[in-house]
């Protein structure tokens, strides 16, 4: 028996037309889709995406994988152990697998992990990645501020990992999006404060979806909880405009100015 | 009479099943696509992406609109004034006008100067921007290196626009996106060389399109012609594993090797 193919499926930021053509055509006419979810209780972010697109003839398989939210070894190994096992079941009987993940498969997603692992256990394996939008994109629309454009720099920072250099990175991009901010919230408000950064900032949770939330005043987070699926974006927009080349001139030329 | 709607509608990295099903809906729907070439001699990418999706009634209108690619404001600000003005007279005529645009539209996109070009004329115009898969997601999805997870942090820099600060970015991040490289590329070979980073360094361009290139040695490159869109990533792979926080170890600890 041949291996199934395993798919690595990116379904965008939340909203169900922000999936590609190429992921739903898969998630129409593959067997079987393995959904990740932070455990048996919480609702999967991901399968709200896809239910819309789901065929409703009974005939496709889908496994729900807990993934904790956790940086605990003792909680993490046995539970990613399960989820792996699944999904090499499924495909040891040669059966396609798509593993649904929100966004893109390649960018801070749990499908690494998943595409790591399998990858070293099952050499022949064939893995196909569809990539998806990604939040970095979407927040951006969704507040209405373009994120990068002409010779702007952007950094992209899982905050929950520290915050040390964050000052730093601050004064040297142009842009910078914050990941994964909700539990050093006062510390990014505390040093956006100290860098007169503010003005240039917002918050966004749940990007694209109906319970989204976009907060332009990030001093009103100060106390209040935000969630894990958040984002705190800075875009200076100092050196924006494809005619304010480094070359050219230290003073801002807008195109509109010109016109 | 009432302003149409501008849309900036993202269509993704290159071939036609990447674009989201509601930018597919859009280009079948909207009366008027305004799309970008660099030239009337150039064949336009955005459109070689949406061609398969258009309406074949000959209902739709397609205005073909010319972002020279240069620098120099004498060429380039009659240009976009004309361009401009081919959107203003869809939209004050009443129509809703598409612009389609590579990617996605807040990223290093030509939209993004028609964005803040129109809302700064028209206070009232309402604009709907469709986020895309931007080539940031598909490089390394073509290349199959994950992007960044967990504690990992991402640069994304245009190469184009000086190498100055690079050797520092390169030191500090974990992965860097260098976009628009072609015109750099000797500096950034050599550059990589230095850093011994060119093992974690790869080339492509024209991701996901039927003339895709992907360059594992960047050596091949010396001397070579590249063009502009093109992109090198580095991806280090030294802090990646969502187990390895800085506060539990400085070594690597990957889940194979717990499992």
Redesign the interface.
């Known amino acids: 028996m041949s291996l199934g193919k395993l798919y690595g499926i990116?379904v965008?930021?939340g909203?169900?037309?922000?999936?590609?053509?190429?992921a739903?055509?898969l998630l129409r006419r593959l067997p079987v889709l393995a959904v990740p979810r932070p455990n048996a209780y919480s609702p999967s972010l991901a399968f709200r995406i896809i239910e819309p697109h789901l065929r409703t003839d009974g005939e496709q398989k889908h496994l729900y994988l807990e993934f904790p939210m956790t940086?605990d070894?003792d909680i993490?190994?046995p539970a990613?152990?399960k989820a792996?096992l699944a999904i090499e079941t499924e495909l040891e009987a040669g059966r396609d697998v798509g593993f649904v993940t929100q966004g893109?498969?390649?960018?801070?997603?749990t499908f690494?992990?998943v595409?790591?692992?399998l990858k070293?256990k099952y050499p022949e394996l064939v893995?196909e990645?569809?990539?998806?939008?990604?939040s970095?994109?979407?927040v951006?629309?969704v507040a209405?501020?373009?994120?990068?454009?002409?010779?702007?720099?952007?950094?992209?920072?899982?905050a929950s990992?520290?915050t040390e250099?964050l000052r730093s990175i601050l004064r040297?991009?142009d842009s910078i999006v914050l990941m994964k901010v909700a539990s050093v919230m006062e510390t990014v408000v505390d040093l956006l404060e100290e860098e007169d950064l503010l003005d240039c900032a917002y918050y966004v949770e749940r990007a694209t979806t109906s319970e989204q939330r976009i907060v332009r005043d990030l001093r009103e987070l100060r106390g209040n909880r935000c969630i894990y699926f958040s984002m705190v974006v800075v875009s200076k927009k100092r050196r924006?405009?494809?005619?304010r080349?480094?070359h050219?001139s230290k003073e801002p030329?807008?195109?509109?100015a010109?016109?």
Chains 1, 2 share one sequence.
Not at 15 to 22: E, K, N, Q
Not at 129 to 134: A, L
Not at 240 to 243: A, E
Request: charged share 15%; glycine share 12%; aromatic share 12%.
């Open positions: 990116g965008g930021p909203a169900p037309d922000l999936v590609t053509l190429r739903y055509e940086k070894p993490l190994v990613w152990a792996f893109d498969p390649f960018i801070y997603s690494i992990y595409y790591e692992s070293a893995i990645v569809v990539p998806g939008v990604t970095i994109a979407a951006p629309m209405g501020v373009p994120l990068v454009d002409g010779q702007e720099r952007l950094a992209v920072i899982p990992y520290g250099e040297s991009f924006n405009g494809v005619l080349g480094h050219v030329v807008s195109l509109g010109l016109l």
